[in-house]
């Protein structure tokens, strides 16, 4: 996994960043917008509407972006396109899990594993941004991808997981790359979150977003292209919540295949067994096991058996505000701390 620290205005982080990883951020432009130009007949028009979208919904993404296209060496449509690659095409659903759990003393902790196709392993990036004007954050996603989720300085979170589902065609909304972004820079808790989680309809790819903060609120949100999420909250006697790739409510209607359906319920249950059934131990060591338990290939899930393999794990103690990532497949490697 590759990794990354930037500080300044947006466009001093993006022209560091893109400075940085100069060769690695061609070689993505060339991958992502190729795909779309094979997919896309109009990629120029769709793009031209998204880059109003953003300007209209948050201008430090374009600020940012301005500034990787600089330090990069790429032009800026080109590398706009990558960044907002899941908002102007079709995204193929992903194979991860997540999770929240209160720890015995109602410590709040946050995972997520990213399974993706294995070629796809290599630019995975881990961000540390501390902006002059917003929040300090640690993200993950693909390089240069303005769409990443993580931990913010106050301790709030969110992870997330594909799970395709049929929307309503709505062509009004805010953009799911920004929406993700606006919830680790503008907001401090829980509250704050939800209330602009579900201010509008989303205009992006099935989804389920797992929420929490420092203090221990929590909620799933089912994300569904032109509708505002459904929210699932926490039960009030339940200390942990979980999702894979499937719609956890018949609210959001899912159009995920069954091969997809038997892995995701698969590692649904072990989670619901370690988290839910109070076999996991509640510790740093402990949780990176359970997350060990649903990589793909690990102890549950055989090599060959899924297409999609892990790329990295990441468990975020939101008290600390500290991340443990582990860069590869937790079964290989070891996690190591990212302390905002």
């Known amino acids: 996994m590759l ?5 300044g205005t947006w466009y001093d982080m993006g022209r560091q960043f893109g400075e940085t990883f100069r060769a690695e951020l061609g070689q993505c432009v060339a991958r992502f917008t190729g795909v779309l130009r094979r997919n896309m007949d109009d990629v120029e028009s769709v793009a031209a509407a998204v880059r109003v979208a953003v300007k ?10 301005a500034g990787i296209a600089a ?7 080109d590398l706009f396109a990558l960044r907002f690659y899941s908002d102007i095409g079709n995204w193929k659903p992903g194979g991860c899990s997540a999770f ?10 946050l995972a997520r594993t ?3 196709e294995k070629e ?22 693909y390089l240069g991808f303005a769409g990443a989720v993580g931990i913010n300085e106050h301790g709030l979170g969110i992870v997330g997981v594909s799970a395709s589902a049929r929307g309503n065609d709505g ?3 805010i953009l799911s790359a920004v929406l993700l972004h606006r919830v680790l820079n503008e907001c401090r808790d829980f509250e704050e979150a939800n209330e602009l989680l579900l201010a509008e309809p989303v205009l992006g ?3 389920v977003w797992l929420v929490a903060d420092a203090a221990g609120a929590s909620a799933l949100y089912q994300v569904a292209p032109g509708r505002r999420p459904n929210v699932i909250p926490r039960p009030p006697a339940q200390r942990w919540q979980a999702c894979t790739n499937f719609q956890p409510s018949p609210q959001v209607p899912g159009t995920t295949n069954a091969t997809s359906l038997y892995n995701s319920y698969a590692r649904y249950g072990w989670l619901s067994h370690q988290l839910g059934d109070g076999y996991a131990e509640l510790t740093a060591q402990g949780l990176q096991n359970v997350l060990r338990g649903v990589s793909q290939p690990g102890p549950n899930i055989p090599e060959g058996s899924f297409p999609l393999e892990t790329a990295y794990a990441t468990l975020f103690d939101l008290n600390a505000r500290t991340a443990y990532v582990a860069g590869e497949n937790p079964n290989a490697v070891p996690f190591t701390q990212v302390t905002l």
């Open 100 to 109: 929240f759990v209160l720890d015995t003393d109602s410590r709040p902790w």
């Open 114 to 116: 990213c399974d993706i």
């Open 205 to 207: 790819k099935g989804s």
């Open 3 to 7: 990794r990354s620290e930037t500080t």
């Open 71 to 77: 330090g990069a060496e790429i032009a800026e449509p």
């Open 56 to 65: 209209q919904q948050c201008h430090d993404l374009l600020e940012e972006t």
């Open 171 to 173: 062509a009004t909304g």
């Open 120 to 141: 796809d392993h290599w630019h995975q990036v881990c961000h540390l941004r501390r902006p002059h004007a917003g929040h300090a954050t640690v993200t993950t996603t």
